[in-house]
């Protein structure tokens, strides 16, 4: 009876080649998502790499929330069109990834903050996106329990509602696609290392592993924290710092609210899982560091924060807390694209605090780009050459609860 629970692999271990077309360099979303992209495009030889299991870096840590309600022309196309591929992602995978639309409120407390709420509702609109303001009557209907803060200090004067916002198990993005690129004959290579990347004639060549030299025609930086380390095995220079990103769950409970909600003005942002847990995150950390240490101070401030919305978790025990590592550009926008004078060497990264939504697009554009020798044009403004060319995408003010204090 026993043999009809016999477990089998859901991806295939394989030998390191001396040679592969494409590697790979990540085993979280963003390269996973590459590799089952490029494979379903037709390209094989493909191998991806991590120095760990798969997702175990910024995948396995983020609190997984999905939306498109960003304030650029190219941020909001972006985030539209890979919202889009999340809405059929489990039927494409043929795996449960428990996407949840269950909507998203972003606070503003401040006239100026609820004219920027605006802003992005009225820009958001023009692009498609299903995004609208609210004021507190709407707001406390949909989550009865948050406080309003009338005659208090920051009250809730109004909020950005965006519908298909949800959240998905993380765990299972990377499963699915991990699964899906493995059916497609794509190698996947945990626990292998890359210590050096080779060059010659301006060309990437190889790469130096733990477990040996791999040629390869060309090789994807999606190292997300670690992408900066990775580039300067090449002497690039990337205009990213890395900065850690804490988050708690709590004990479960019953359902109380069915809704992501996110405050700017009180730096947190808060949701329930199906499980019942309530989930809290913040701002990233005060300093750069690859530390992935949790501290108490910076959980005592997203308890105070969040008690300052919902004083009825006041009791609630936290059940834990963790902390990933966010690569964060100036702009507060990725960076993907080839490097000028380099060819071969793609970059994924610089996301921020807001990778895991970006998966599916930045994947598919990457593959595309890997395939045709062109860039997507809509993925073309966050090239690298932006910052030398003084043509930055500025999306901080979509950063909201996570953006550097």
């Known amino acids: 009876m026993w043999q009809l629970f016999r477990k089998s692999s859901m991806w295939s271990r394989h030998t390191l080649k001396d040679n592969y077309d494409v590697v790979i360099i990540g085993g979280g979303v963003h390269g996973l998502s590459t590799a089952y992209y490029l494979a379903n495009l037709g390209v094989d030889n493909i191998a991806v790499l991590d120095k ?29 069109e890979s919202l889009k591929l999340y809405e059929g992602l489990s039927q494409d995978l043929d795996f449960n990834l428990l996407f949840t639309q269950m909507g998203r409120l972003d606070l503003g407390h401040t006239e100026s903050s609820v004219s920027g709420l605006r802003q992005r509702a ?35 004067l109004a909020a950005l509602y965006h519908p298909p916002a949800g959240v998905v ?96 003005n009180l730096n947190a942002y808060i949701y329930q899982t199906e499980r019942g847990e309530i989930v809290i995150g913040g701002p990233v950390d005060h300093y750069p560091t690859y530390s992935h240490s949790s501290t108490l101070n910076l959980l005592e401030e997203l308890a105070f924060y969040v008690l300052e919305l919902v004083p009825c978790l006041r009791d609630v025990k936290i059940l834990r807390q963790w902390t990933g590592l966010c690569d964060m550009t100036p702009d507060y926008a990725p960076v993907m694209g080839e490097v000028d004078g380099l060819e071969g060497f793609i970059l994924n990264c610089g996301w921020g605090t807001w990778g895991f939504k970006a998966a599916p697009i930045s994947g598919k554009c990457i593959a595309e780009l890997i395939f045709t020798g062109k860039t997507p044009q809509l993925i073309a403004p966050f090239g690298l050459s932006r910052f030398k060319d003084d043509t930055l995408v500025n999306e901080r003010a979509s950063a909201v609860a996570a953006a550097i204090h």
């Open 52 to 80: 760990g299991y798969l997702g175990g870096g910024g995948s396995a840590r983020s609190t997984a929330i999905i939306r498109a309600n960003y304030i650029t022309t190219e941020g909001i196309n972006f985030f539209r």
């Open 169 to 264: 198990r993380h765990d299972a993005v990377v499963w699915g696609y991990a699964r899906g690129a493995d059916r497609l004959g794509v190698e996947i290579h945990p626990f292998t290392e890359v210590n050096g990347i080779t060059e010659k004639n301006g060309r990437v060549t190889g790469l130096d592993t733990n477990a040996g030299h791999i040629s390869a025609g060309t090789i994807v930086n999606a190292t997300a924290g670690w992408s900066s380390n990775l580039a300067s095995m090449l002497d690039i220079q990337l205009p990213i710092q890395t900065y850690p990103l804490q988050a708690c769950v709590t004990e479960p409970l019953k359902p109380i609210m069915d809704k992501t909600i996110s405050s700017a």
């Open 122 to 156: 009225e820009f958001n609109q023009v692009l498609g996106v299903d995004s609208r303001m609210i004021g507190p009557d709407e707001i406390k209907k949909m989550v009865p329990i948050i406080d309003l803060r009338e005659g208090k200090s920051l009250p809730v």
